[in-house]
């Protein structure tokens, strides 16, 4: 069987959750240490297609600074990570640039983009 363990973020409370598969229910999981129903939401989320948002910097060219903080539009699948820092770290840009501008449209194809979180220039 299954299991992982986990630490709910939903609240301040940090869950130390137990999580795995009900063998006789397919689809279904059993989570103990919860303490609020959020936890068993986060737990089936996190078990079944666990996503980040992904936050890092990009080179910019005529700005005081020589980085721009980025981060993606929405949460990430978290195994493509390590393959969005790759593109992310090929992107060099031209300042001005405004906070929320989209550096990457729709970055591998994945309907994200990844948008400028200040402005700088």
Do not use: W
């Not at 069987?1 to 999580?19: A, D, S, T, W, Y």
């Not at 936050?55 to 990430?76: E, F, Q, Y």
């Amino acid at each position: 069987m299954e299991e992982k363990e986990m630490i709910c973020i939903l609240c301040p409370l940090g869950c130390k959750m137990q999580v795995s598969k009900k063998e006789d229910q397919p689809g279904e999981l059993k989570v103990r240490g919860i303490q609020c129903k959020k936890g068993k939401d986060y737990a089936y989320e996190e078990f079944h297609n666990p996503t980040r948002t992904l936050t890092s910097t990009v080179a910019i060219r005529n700005t005081p600074l020589p980085r721009l903080p980025v981060k993606t539009s929405k949460p990430l699948p978290k195994e493509l990570v390590y393959k969005a820092m790759e593109e992310i770290n090929k992107v060099e840009i031209e300042g001005p640039v405004k906070m929320g501008a989209v550096i990457i449209k729709n970055l591998m194809d994945t309907d994200i983009d990844i948008v400028a979180t200040r402005s700088l220039g």
